[in-house]
């Protein structure tokens, strides 16, 4: 097929008029898509090649995972993809990864952890993964119907993973993520990844300590509730580190999610208390590194959503949230009342 390139238009990311959905990388291509067609973009010069991922040479798996009727939920080109089919999922990997990715979902199995499966892996680079049925913390939070009483289970049920002895073989995760972050933004908008660069440097560090059976991209997409119980899916990124990695990470998609909503941040100060309790109910945490995981957290999304056709705004408030955000120790993630949303300009 031939490349196609959209004529400039006032964004660092002319593109997104035809492709609203970005997933950027560091390094290679990245992947655009509307959620019907589907596309490799390199970032430097705004081309876009449509591409049909059925002739994604590098997922020999794609083709027999989507064979009767299976339906294709995430792509990303040369990389992975997502298929649900009959009351399971198979994920779809390059061969080289399936050992370790499948590896990774059978520790979580053995550790008890509420997560799904591993039904079957495949030498072409498919791992079936059994479904695990329920609305997710996701959808429940975009239709405003999460309970408290939810919330601290989940905060249960994470701190109930974090006291895990990691077992051999599970790997340290990657320290050098906000370089890796910039990086990234900096292919296609260096001027915002300079800015963004410049207020990852007015944030504390976080003081990690201890090491615990960490997910490694908890956030509210990747949480199931039922009425008894919360499990944990996409189980690729089991590590080993600090457990606050994850608390921080969920906690400020609590807040991202009413920003998306177009509503106060402050607003998900309840919600994040309620996991905290239930958190704290079964483990200790550094809830000073919680906070500043959160922010650099902050940072790295209003890098990820530049890239989103309705992303911009997003965007700037979440640095702007990252920067102006003091917490207090008995309110936690609760804003001043006699201060401004975005007290700082972004500068």
């Known amino acids: 097929m031939s490349a196609t390139r959209r004529p400039p238009i006032a964004s660092a990311a002319p593109w997104l008029q035809e492709w609203p959905i970005t997933y950027p990388k560091r390094r290679g291509h990245w992947t ?69 990715v499948a590896h990774r979902h059978q520790l979580a199995e053995s550790l008890g952890i509420a997560a799904p499966k591993v039904l079957s892996v495949h030498r072409d680079g498919r791992i079936e993964l059994s479904a695990i049925v329920g609305p997710s913390l996701n959808e429940l939070l975009a239709g405003d119907t999460v309970t408290a009483d939810q919330l601290r289970a989940v905060g249960r049920t994470l701190g109930k993973i974090h006291s895990h002895v990691p077992p051999p073989g599970l790997t340290p995760g990657d320290k050098g993520a906000d370089q890796s972050w910039l990086d990234t933004t900096a292919r296609a908008d260096p001027e915002w990844a300079a800015t963004l660069r410049r207020l990852l440097a007015e944030l504390p560090q976080p003081n990690f300590r201890g090491r615990a059976v960490v997910h490694g991209d908890l956030h509210d997409k990747n949480l199931i509730l039922s009425h008894d119980s919360v499990a944990v899916i996409d189980m690729d990124g089991l590590t080993t580190g600090a457990g606050e990695v994850d608390v921080g990470n969920l906690a400020a998609h609590l807040v991202l999610r009413k920003i998306q909503a177009g509503l106060a941040p402050k607003l998900a100060a309840g919600q994040v208390s309620a996991f905290l309790d239930g958190y704290r109910e079964v483990r200790l945490i550094d809830l000073e590194t919680v906070r500043t995981v959160q922010r650099h957290t902050w940072l790295r999304l209003a890098a990820l959503y530049r890239f989103r056709d309705v992303g911009k705004q997003t965007s700037e408030l979440l640095a702007a949230q990252a920067v102006c955000e003091a917490l207090p120790d008995a309110q936690p993630l609760r804003h001043s009342p006699d201060r401004g949303e975005f007290a700082a300009p972004l500068r």
């Open 32 to 100: 655009v898509t509307d959620k019907s067609k589907w596309g490799t973009l390199w970032p430097e010069t705004g081309l876009v090649v449509p591409v049909n991922p059925l002739a994604d040479k590098a997922l020999p798996g794609l083709g027999p995972a989507l064979a009767e009727g299976g339906q294709l939920v995430s792509y990303r080109h040369n990389r992975r993809a997502v298929v649900a089919k009959r009351g399971r999922f198979i994920k779809v990997l390059r061969a080289s990864r399936v050992e370790a």
